[in-house]
């Protein structure tokens, strides 16, 4: 039975070659899946730490004006004095009454800086810091008045009803808000009522 022959080979040959060729079929199927599992998965690249970028700061704009060098509009960092404003703006000037000014005030958006210039009499005239007789700083006969934008605290101070404590209200005052605009302004300066205005009303000018 061995001596029957399919093509060329011996029945046990044939069957021989039949069982190596399935079993080399089983091993290429496996492959084959195996390969085919691996290119379905996509690859998984390693986690990467983020990184959060800081908050940017917040900035507020100021307008310093009066006896700087460079008046005009600037920009800085929140929780910045108006000494900042100041150096910003290149510095004071000589003239510049800084006495009159809280450097040490936080600045606000929006705020208005004035650096008022040193008050000057004319000659022959009373200062204004000098009281007058009757304890004024200026009087009718002189016709010296004192400047709520520009007078320093001891100026302020020696003015009648105003003492140290209401003067640097005066001087906080306009470091916030600016320059006086009119004498009724004074309204807003916490301790100064309608009847104290009048009594300053032709002792002092805005």
Same mark, same amino acid.
């Given at each position: 039975?061995?001596?029957?022959?399919?093509?060329?080979?011996?029945?046990?040959?044939?069957?021989?070659? @039949?069982?190596?060729?399935?079993?080399?079929?089983?091993?290429?199927?496996?492959?084959?899946?195996?390969?085919?599992?691996?290119?379905?998965?996509?690859?998984?690249?390693?986690?990467?730490?983020?990184?959060?970028?800081?908050?940017?700061?917040?900035?507020?704009?100021?307008?310093?004006?009066?006896?700087?060098?460079?008046?005009?509009?600037?920009?800085?960092?929140?929780?910045?004095?108006?000494?900042?404003?100041?150096?910003?703006? @290149? @510095?004071?000037?000589?003239?510049?009454?800084?006495?009159?000014?809280?450097?040490?005030?936080?600045?606000?958006?929006?705020?208005?800086?004035?650096?008022?210039?040193?008050?000057?009499?004319?000659?022959? $005239? $009373?200062?204004?810091?000098?009281?007058?007789?009757?304890?004024?700083?200026?009087?009718?006969?002189?016709?010296?008045?004192?400047?709520?934008?520009?007078?320093?605290?001891?100026?302020?101070?020696?003015?009648?009803?105003?003492?140290?404590?209401?003067?640097?209200?005066?001087?906080?005052?306009?470091?916030?808000?600016?320059?006086?605009?009119?004498?009724? $302004?004074?309204?807003?300066?916490?301790?100064?009522?309608?009847?104290?205005?009048?009594?300053?009303?032709?002792?002092?000018?805005?």
């Amino acid at each position: 039975m061995d001596d029957v022959t399919v093509f060329g080979l011996t029945r046990r040959q044939a069957l021989v070659l @039949g069982l190596v060729l399935l079993a080399a079929l089983a091993l290429a199927g496996t492959r084959l899946a195996r390969s085919g599992t691996a290119e379905q998965q996509p690859p998984v690249s390693p986690l990467q730490a983020v990184h959060a970028r800081p908050a940017p700061a917040a900035r507020l704009v100021v307008d310093v004006v009066g006896a700087v060098r460079r008046p005009g509009l600037y920009r800085l960092a929140e929780g910045a004095r108006v000494a900042d404003a100041v150096r910003r703006a @290149g @510095g004071a000037t000589r003239r510049a009454d800084l006495a009159a000014v809280n450097l040490a005030a936080p600045l606000v958006d929006g705020q208005q800086v004035v650096v008022p210039l040193r008050a000057s009499s004319p000659p022959g $005239a $009373a200062s204004a810091g000098s009281a007058a007789p009757g304890g004024s700083a200026a009087s009718a006969t002189t016709g010296v008045r004192v400047s709520l934008s520009s007078a320093t605290a001891e100026q302020l101070d020696a003015l009648p009803g105003i003492g140290p404590v209401t003067a640097q209200r005066i001087v906080e005052w306009r470091a916030t808000h600016g320059p006086f605009r009119s004498v009724d $302004a004074l309204d807003e300066v916490p301790g100064i009522g309608p009847a104290r205005i009048e009594q300053l009303r032709d002792l002092v000018t805005p």
